[in-house]
């Protein structure tokens, strides 16, 4: 089974609007982290936000902010106010804590986002 | 200096020729990871390190693939015999040890095997 899914096929969103990119993760430790980050074309990994499975809120970061439901096992990006520099390829990820050390990151296929002036 | 750095940038080479990759980590970073991007897809994991530990090799896909990190700082990721399904981006990213701690992606290595 896939640790992370995301489905949707490519995105589109008007400048200035919200966006929602879907995330779906399969672990059965309590103790994991989620991760958001952003490919631009010019291929660099920017991370972006976190999220851990015994954080209380939901994380934000300025215009990022995640939708965190822990019951289905989701954790959505949700970006505000969409800006042209915005257009890139989003990637979610997890990382498992095993036996109390950190372990790898499993990423998700990715979403590729365009946003329309 | 400030972010992984990744030797070379682009690398062509013949099918059965060895490839040795680089990665320095970001000073202080204890974890240093290897992975694998096609395009269009997410990073594939290869390999990760603690110290000079290898502590997890179950992404290499085959035999050919090795990585070290003698010191615990620089890495080297080599693939022997090279094969035209080897070319891709190889990246590098290095982290604390913290669950929290993201990985810090280098710029990646394009491999290209012709």
């Known amino acids: 089974a896939q640790k992370i899914t995301q489905t949707q096929p490519g995105m589109f969103v008007q400048e200035k609007e919200a966006v929602t990119l879907d995330c779906t993760y399969d672990?059965?430790?309590?103790?994991?982290?989620l991760f958001w980050y952003k490919q631009p074309s010019s291929g660099e990994m920017i991370f972006l936000i976190y999220?851990?499975?015994?954080?209380?809120q939901n994380a934000t970061e300025g215009r990022y902010s995640l939708n965190f439901q822990k019951a289905r096992k989701s954790a959505n990006l949700v970006i505000s106010a969409s800006q042209l520099g915005d257009s890139a390829m989003y990637f979610c990820?997890?990382?498992?804590?095993?036996?109390?050390?950190?372990?790898?990151?499993?990423f998700g296929k990715g979403i590729t986002l365009s946003v329309r002036p | 200096g400030a972010g992984v750095s990744q030797s070379p940038r682009y690398k062509v080479t013949k099918r059965g020729q060895d490839v040795a990759l680089r990665c320095d980590p970001i000073?202080?970073?204890?974890?240093l990871y290897w992975y694998r991007q096609a395009l269009g897809q997410g990073p594939e994991f290869l390999t990760y390190?603690?110290?000079?530990?290898?502590?997890?090799k179950s992404g290499l896909p085959n035999d050919r693939f090795s990585a070290e990190r003698p010191e615990g700082s620089i890495s080297t990721l080599t693939i022997q015999r090279t094969e035209q399904r080897d070319s891709a981006m190889y990246r590098c990213?290095?982290?604390?040890?913290?669950?929290?701690?993201?990985?810090?992606f280098g710029n990646g290595t394009r491999l290209t095997v012709t």
């Open positions: 990213a290095s982290s604390t040890r913290q669950l929290n701690s993201p990985l810090h």
């Open positions: 672990t059965s430790d309590p103790s994991y982290g």
């Open positions: 000073s202080g970073h204890v974890s």
């Open positions: 390190f603690n110290y000079e530990a290898q502590q997890d």
């Open positions: 999220q851990g499975s015994y954080d209380q």
């Open positions: 990820a997890m990382r498992e804590q095993i036996t109390g050390a950190n372990s790898k990151l499993t």
